[in-house]
């Protein structure tokens, strides 16, 4: 079946410190890969996506992410978080064919000064 | 700018009520997704449509429906409101198959409190 498990529910991370935040998949075809970003009471926004070529994506606000097909990882990286950053985080795959995302259950965010 | 618009931010509503959730976009999108976001539970499919008057059921389609009448609106339906589906529903589109590369493009999210 397909899935998406995002290991760490919260992570709490100093302000200036580097981020990495965990993405595991799992799925049949070449998945497209995605990294949304829900601040408090508001919808959700693309950070990045992967569907092919070069393995590591840069997103906006300074976020990547490094695909690894061997590891069916995703995992998305800052190398200093701002206070601004405190948000909840949600990996998605999906495929060509338009089906609808697969998202993960989520990791929230917060930044300690 | 692109949108996504949600009707109301914040919806309570009484048992048993037919409730009605109303998403347009403005970007000529076929595709269009209604989910439902609970805490520890991450988002959660309930319907999508991939064409006017199209739709396909999500995970979670037991006591809602879809209504896709036009390209740029789709509404979800809850039959007869209960208690269980307070919850934040949030509404997206995209592009149609082919160019999913691009993401879905998200509204701001319906906070539905039934009492």
């Known amino acids: 079946a397909q899935s998406v498990t995002q290991p760490d529910i919260h992570i709490t991370v100093s302000e200036g410190a580097s981020l990495e935040l965990r993405c595991n998949y799992s799925?049949?075809?070449?998945?497209?890969l995605f990294w949304y970003v829900q601040s408090p009471g508001q919808g959700l926004q693309l950070l990045l996506k992967?569907?092919?070529?070069?393995?590591l994506v840069q997103g906006i606000k300074g976020f990547e992410a490094e695909f690894k097909r061997s590891q069916s990882s995703f995992n998305l990286r800052k190398p200093s978080v701002h206070w601004s950053d405190a948000a909840e985080y949600f990996c998605?795959?999906?495929?060509?064919?338009?089906?609808?995302?697969?998202f993960g259950k989520g990791t929230t965010l917060s930044v300690s000064s | 700018d692109v949108k996504v618009t949600q009707s109301s931010r914040y919806l309570v509503k009484r048992t048993g009520e037919k409730v009605f959730l109303e998403c347009v976009q403005d970007?000529?999108?076929?595709?269009m997704f209604w989910y439902r976001q609970d805490p520890g539970l991450g988002l959660r499919l309930i319907y999508f449509?991939?064409?006017?008057?199209?739709?396909e059921k999500g995970d979670i389609p037991e006591g809602y429906s879809v209504s896709r009448e036009k390209k740029e609106r789709f509404s979800l339906i809850l039959e007869s409101a209960s208690t269980n589906q307070t919850s934040m529903y949030l509404c997206?589109?995209?592009?149609?198959?082919?160019?999913?590369?691009?993401?879905?493009?998200f509204g701001s999210g319906t906070r539905l409190t039934v009492v």
């Open positions: 970007m000529d999108h076929e595709n």
């Open positions: 799925y049949g075809a070449t998945p497209y």
């Open positions: 449509s991939y064409d006017v008057k199209m739709k």
């Open positions: 992967y569907f092919s070529g070069d393995t």
């Open positions: 998605a795959v999906g495929a060509q064919a338009g089906t609808a995302l697969i």
């Open positions: 997206a589109s995209r592009l149609p198959s082919g160019q999913g590369g691009r993401g879905y493009t």
